[in-house]
């Protein structure tokens, strides 16, 4: 069975960090493009971040340029999400998606997509 999950959430301060994995069984990652995207409590799901198979990245809002960063491991089959400087508006769930072609600004334009999991940044 193919699957994404994702890992490392939990609740942090603002300003915090915290490092969020989506890792896949069933599959390997290598070849795929992943997606980070977050829903944020009574708003819709939306795009963050998208890196390539060959590890080049794109933040996509404003909001998380210069704090959130994306990498990949392909030896432990899994993509990390680095979040910095974390503020209360940073909370919801997290999900990664997967795609071989391209990226996506949206979450179902993913044939593989993780149950999410939940961030949360309060003090």
């Known amino acids: 069975q193919l699957q994404l999950v994702e890992s490392g959430g939990g609740l942090v301060q603002p300003g915090g960090s915290l490092s969020l994995s989506c890792a896949a069984s069933?599959?390997?990652?290598?070849?795929?493009?992943i997606g980070w995207f977050r829903q944020a409590p009574g708003k819709e799901r939306e795009v963050l971040s998208c890196?390539?198979?060959?590890?080049?990245?794109?933040n996509y809002p404003d909001s998380v340029k210069g704090r959130f960063t994306l990498s990949r491991d392909n030896s432990k089959n899994a993509v990390y999400l680095q979040m910095n400087s974390l503020k209360p508006e940073d909370t919801g769930v997290y999900y990664c998606a997967a795609g071989l072609y391209s990226c996506s600004t949206t979450y179902d334009g993913y044939p593989y997509r993780g149950q999410g999991t939940q961030v949360t940044v309060s003090s």
């Open positions: 890196i390539s198979s060959s590890g080049g990245y794109t």
């Open positions: 069933g599959f390997s990652l290598a070849k795929y493009y």
